[in-house]
């Protein structure tokens, strides 16, 4: 037997034998590491869907006190869901929602922020993420028109490339260029506005006030 077959068998049952000890010893310690993950993200999972559906029937209430309750119950869901899965975007842009119907926009601008963030973003899908951008924006008008306006446009328009042209974003766009002063801006926005929605009150109210 040439010199090269034997050399050749050697590695070969080295192989073997490496592969026998790691088959031996490896597989409950991966096993139990992969349980251990599938149980954690299946308990964030529910919590994911039980604040989901907290914050819809918040949503849906008319009562502002029972909108309330629900939201809390939707932001305690939340905050279990990102203690159990902290690199998921998701449960952060819940609990950004929640934080905003419970009245504290500047906390669910910051919890948007951390979801917009790397590495989380890159898990978000373009139309998810356009979406995040679009609340991001429209927070930021709202706790502090003049100071972020400037940021708030960025995100608006990013979000425009990232999911497409919809009423809500070039409404927000015209009145973010409204509050600068910068009509013709504004007026493009709003025309966009319509073009997406031929309907559009915020849209014809924006055109009234520019005058137009």
């Known amino acids: 037997m040439a010199a ?12 073997t034998l490496a592969m026998f000890i790691a088959l031996q010893y490896f597989p409950k310690q991966a096993l139990n590491r ?3 993950k599938n149980r954690t993200a299946l308990q964030s999972n529910r919590h994911f869907l039980q604040s989901t559906q907290f914050l819809s029937k918040a949503k849906s209430t008319s009562s502002k006190s029972q909108s309330q309750t629900l939201a809390k119950n939707a932001l305690l869901e ?4 990102i203690t159990l899965s902290p690199r998921d975007p998701a449960p952060l842009i819940l609990k950004a929602l929640a934080l905003d119907l419970l009245g504290h926009k500047a906390s669910a601008v910051k919890s948007l922020d951390l979801a917009l963030s790397a590495p989380r973003v890159n898990s978000l899908s373009d139309r998810d993420r356009g979406d995040a951008l679009v609340k991001r924006g429209e927070l930021k008008m709202a706790v502090n028109r003049r100071r972020r306006v400037d940021s708030a446009i960025e995100d608006l328009e990013e979000a425009v490339r990232l999911s497409g042209e919809s009423e809500r974003v070039f409404c927000l766009l015209g009145q973010c260029y409204e ?3 910068v009509k013709e801006e504004a007026r493009l926005a709003y025309e966009k506005a319509l073009k997406a929605h031929p309907k559009s009150v915020l849209a014809l109210e924006g055109l009234g006030r520019l005058g137009l």
Not at 4 to 15: G, N, P, R
Not at 78 to 81: C, G, Q, V, Y
């Open 4 to 15: 090269t077959d034997i050399a050749l068998q050697a590695v070969i049952l080295l192989l």
């Open 34 to 36: 992969l349980r251990t």
């Open 78 to 81: 939340a905050e279990t869901a």
């Open 179 to 181: 509050s600068k002063g």
